[in-house]
């Protein structure tokens, strides 16, 4: 049975941009907020390759889609299978 290629860990937030965002003027809820997005950034960056479009093409339906093929591979072949591991 053919394995599909593992992905590396991937890490959504470097100890640098972690460092940043720690040191930036902004409360707990904001940095919070500020590793989302710039997580979001990285993955929807990630989608769009996947899909061979720019990312601001990327359309609701494909991330979506991304989403549900994510969480199926999940289900069906195990967390180190997906590419979000969790």
């Given at each position: 049975m053919d394995t599909p290629?593992?992905?590396p860990t991937?890490?959504?937030l470097t100890l640098e941009e972690s460092a940043q965002?720690?040191?930036a003027l902004l409360a707990?809820?904001?940095k919070f907020l500020t590793r989302l997005t710039i997580s979001s950034l990285k993955l929807?960056?990630?989608i769009a390759q996947e899909y061979g479009?720019?990312?601001e093409d990327l359309?609701?339906?494909q991330v979506i889609s991304w989403f549900e093929k994510d969480a199926k591979i999940k289900r069906e072949?195990?967390?180190e299978a997906a590419y979000l591991k969790w």
């Amino acid at each position: 049975m053919d394995t599909p290629p593992q992905q590396p860990t991937t890490q959504f937030l470097t100890l640098e941009e972690s460092a940043q965002v720690d040191a930036a003027l902004l409360a707990s809820p904001e940095k919070f907020l500020t590793r989302l997005t710039i997580s979001s950034l990285k993955l929807l960056k990630y989608i769009a390759q996947e899909y061979g479009v720019a990312m601001e093409d990327l359309t609701t339906q494909q991330v979506i889609s991304w989403f549900e093929k994510d969480a199926k591979i999940k289900r069906e072949q195990g967390i180190e299978a997906a590419y979000l591991k969790w």
